[in-house]
């Protein structure tokens, strides 16, 4: 553990050294939990949006995108449950008054659980070589089956807790199972308290009556009130989608984990809406299609796995999370809810609005069903730059930082470098980029040595370097360099767009999902 702490660290600094992510507000010693993304980190994100985007847009007929205001009005978080039940359980450290979230604690605590479990397994599987027998081992040997019945004591007393909503039942947990403080190393807690997690602010000045509203705490709110407007003037026929991605606000309680968790973030949120009775066939079907889309990136497929939810929202009848294996374990970068009619409901009750779809196949009116996919952009950016982080130790004994990202989405195509700073080279690599820059990001660099520029360019996640040298001049060839094997190749000038277009093309994995 204390090792992936440690890449984590690296990580995060790495990402500040090389233009990804800055604390906000930097010069005044930051602000707590809110993050700027620079130069690369701005063009990896967009990639990654671009990637869902289109997954959503492109490869659904019936799904279609909105992008509705951040600001709505006050009754939308009422009629949401927002207002009254979007709350954490919080809890304080007497001795290092540090504030955590009483449910993670315990899910923390559970957690370890399964990391002894698991180091049994790997022991065992070293021990036992190719005739091992995991699923056996698992269920018969004692030490994993007396840690299997404690996790599920602790996860049957956590999740009827949870449900009864039950505050001094989760303390008393956390107590039980004496979970200390890991700054203190302290068992002495304060009570478990609810905190909403809504920032508001006013509209109007205050002269002639300010109003209170919300920064939205999630984008579904902005699709469910565009229901109808979305589907009349599409003429939208059930199921049908409608996607979007915007900026959301929580004043999280705990935000220590980068941009894993912050107050200001950004969700990609899709809205499946169905007829009744059909919404658990199509989450079912949601939560494959929402894997594939993750695996397809190949950022290895033992990083994700479901989780699915102790504790069911007021709106829902299934949830789950897709999870992926950060440098702190595994934790949630998606959430896929049937939320049933609530939201819909809820709002023609508040608003006083008919709120329904005519069912020409059926002849009949009812409030839709609705299963959501949502991910957040910063927590996929997280996934995909702990996974593409590489330290490598090469044949000549250097060594070599190098982002193993997704050539689809790194922040630079391709570098084009000339050897020298003379001859001709420089306006030939210049004469390259007036052609790719088109269609690629590019970058021109011209200072250092060669293998300096290589490793500026690895940093980054290149996937290819392009250098002219004095031949380039004579046969019009250029050497691609690779970034992950570091393999070179010849190659004509005039081919370098079809060569480059075909690695880095988006096209190549939507097709992977769609013929999945
Ligand atoms: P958590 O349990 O980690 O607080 P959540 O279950 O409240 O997350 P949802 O309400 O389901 O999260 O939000 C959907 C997605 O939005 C999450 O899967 C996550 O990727 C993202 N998200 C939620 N809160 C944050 C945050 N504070 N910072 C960054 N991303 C977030």
Redesign the pocket.
């Known amino acids: 553990m204390a090792q992936e702490e440690d890449i984590f660290k690296k990580l995060i600094s790495h990402s500040k050294e090389y233009g990804f992510v800055f604390p906000s507000s930097e010069i005044y010693d930051g602000l707590g939990?809110v993050y700027d993304y620079g130069q690369n980190g701005v063009e990896l994100k967009n990639n990654i949006k671009k990637y869902w985007w289109d997954s959503m847009t492109l490869l659904n007929e019936n799904v279609v995108g909105i992008d509705s205001a951040i600001f709505m009005h006050p009754t939308v978080w009422k009629a949401s449950g927002h207002v009254d039940a979007f709350n954490?359980p919080l809890i304080d450290n007497k001795d290092s008054k540090k504030r955590y979230r009483a449910d993670v604690l315990i899910e923390e605590q559970i957690t370890k659980y399964d990391d002894k479990i698991n180091k049994e397994v790997e022991k065992a599987a070293k021990r036992f070589g190719e005739a091992f027998d995991e699923q056996k081992f698992r269920e018969t040997h004692p030490r994993v089956l007396e840690y299997q019945a404690k996790r599920e004591k602790l996860h049957h007393r956590f999740a009827k807790a949870l449900n009864d909503n039950d505050l001094n039942e989760l303390r008393q947990i956390i107590l039980d199972y004496e979970i200390v403080c890991p700054i203190s190393g302290t068992c002495n807690w304060t009570e478990v308290r609810q905190f909403n997690l809504m920032f508001a602010t006013e509209i109007g000045s205050t002269a002639d009556g300010a109003m209170k509203v919300y920064l939205r705490p999630?984008t579904a709110q902005g699709i469910f009130v565009n229901f109808l407007n979305v589907q009349k003037s599409g003429r939208m026929k059930i199921p049908f989608g409608i996607a979007q991605i915007g900026k959301?606000f929580?004043n999280?309680i705990v935000?220590r984990q980068f941009?894993?968790?912050?107050?200001e973030?950004e969700?990609m949120?899709m809205q499946f809406f169905v007829r009744p009775g059909e919404e658990l066939k199509w989450f079912e079907q949601w939560k494959q299609i929402r894997m594939r889309w993750h695996k397809a990136l190949g950022l290895g497929d033992r990083k994700y796995r479901f989780h699915d939810h102790d504790k069911l929202a007021h709106y829902a009848n299934a949830a789950t999370?897709i999870e992926f294996e950060m440098p702190f374990g595994f934790?949630?970068?998606?959430?896929i809810?049937s939320r049933t009619d609530f939201d819909l409901r809820s709002h023609e009750k508040y608003s006083g609005k008919k709120i329904q779809y005519f069912d020409p196949e059926l002849n009949q009116s009812y409030i839709p069903y609705v299963i959501e996919t949502?991910?957040?952009v910063?927590?996929?950016f997280l996934s995909v730059l702990s996974a593409a982080y590489t330290e490598e130790t090469l044949d000549d004994g250097e060594t070599r930082v190098v982002l193993k990202l997704p050539p689809a989405l790194a922040p630079v195509k391709l570098a084009v470098l000339p050897l020298v700073k003379k001859d001709g080279l420089p306006e030939k690599a210049r004469e390259i980029i007036e052609n790719l820059k088109f269609d690629f990001q590019c970058q021109y660099d011209e200072k250092d040595s060669i293998g300096k520029r290589y490793r500026r360019q690895d940093a980054i996640g290149t996937p290819y370097c392009i250098t002219i040298d004095h031949d380039t001049l004579n046969d019009q060839c250029v050497t691609i360099r690779y970034r992950d094997t570091m393999e070179q190749e010849r190659a004509p000038i005039d081919r370098l767009e079809e060569i480059i277009r075909d690695k880095v093309s988006l096209k190549n994995i939507l097709k992977k999902i769609a013929e999945s």
């Open positions: 939990a954490d999630e959301a929580r999280e935000a941009v894993f968790r912050m107050r973030f969700q949120e999370d934790k949630e970068v998606e959430g809810h949502s991910i957040g910063d927590r996929m």
